[in-house]
Each structure stands twice: as C-alpha cells, then as structure tokens.
C-alpha cells in the first residue's frame, strides 16, 4: 500500500512563504505525474499546481505566479513553494499521484493564513 506523506503546513501570516513536501515510497516515482490540490472548508477540491514526468507543469489560474512546483526524483518527493500567500489559501493540500493505473492521495497538511 503506498502512502503519501505531507509536511510543511501551518500558520503563516499573510504575505508570508511556505514550503511543503510530499514523500512517495514505493513507487516508480519518475513514472508518475505529482500534483497538490487543496480543499477550504465548503468549498470543491481544486488543483493547485501539477508537474508531469516530462518536467511540464500547470498551475490553478488562482497561483498567479505566487507558487512554485517542483520534483526530485531522486529523493521520491514532490514540493510546491507557496510565496505571497493570502488568507484564501487557507485550505488543506493534498499531494497527488497517479499513471494510466494508479492514483495515490495523502491524508493533506493545513495551511493557515492569518494574521
């Protein structure tokens, strides 16, 4: 079974950055396309940014050029840098990863913008 694992959420205040990173052990992680989507309290999952094997990458129109997503395959493990961040980026990130076959989901991390 594999399990994707989140880290780096939290409060932050507005205008602040943060980093968060998502581990993918046990799979052929090159292979795969890695995504972060987030989810605000009564609101629809949206995708937040996506970064496909080949290195091409899409962005949420909301991004705007405040978040930066980025892969090591070596290490198994995707990140999205959150620059500039506003109270409506408050929301639960998830990490994302799927093939033609398979479709992995970590349990989230919060992120909290607030002054």
């Known amino acids: 079974q594999v399990q994707l694992v989140e880290s780096g959420g939290g409060l932050v205040q507005p205008g602040g950055s943060l980093r968060l990173s998502c581990a993918a052990p046990?799979?052929?992680?090159?292979?795969?396309?890695m995504a972060w989507y987030r989810q605000a309290p009564g609101k629809r999952r949206e995708l937040v940014a996506r970064?496909?094997?080949?290195?091409?990458?899409n962005y949420g129109e909301f991004v705007k050029g405040r978040f930066t997503i980025s892969r090591d395959n070596a290490s198994n493990t995707v990140y999205l840098q959150m620059n500039s961040l506003k109270s409506e980026d408050t929301a639960v990130y998830y990490c994302?990863?799927?093939?033609?076959?398979?479709?992995?989901w970590g349990n989230g991390t919060l992120v909290t913008v607030s002054s």
């Open positions: 994302n990863s799927y093939n033609y076959v398979m479709n992995y």
């Open positions: 046990g799979i052929i992680f090159s292979t795969y396309v």
């Open positions: 970064i496909f094997s080949s290195g091409s990458i």
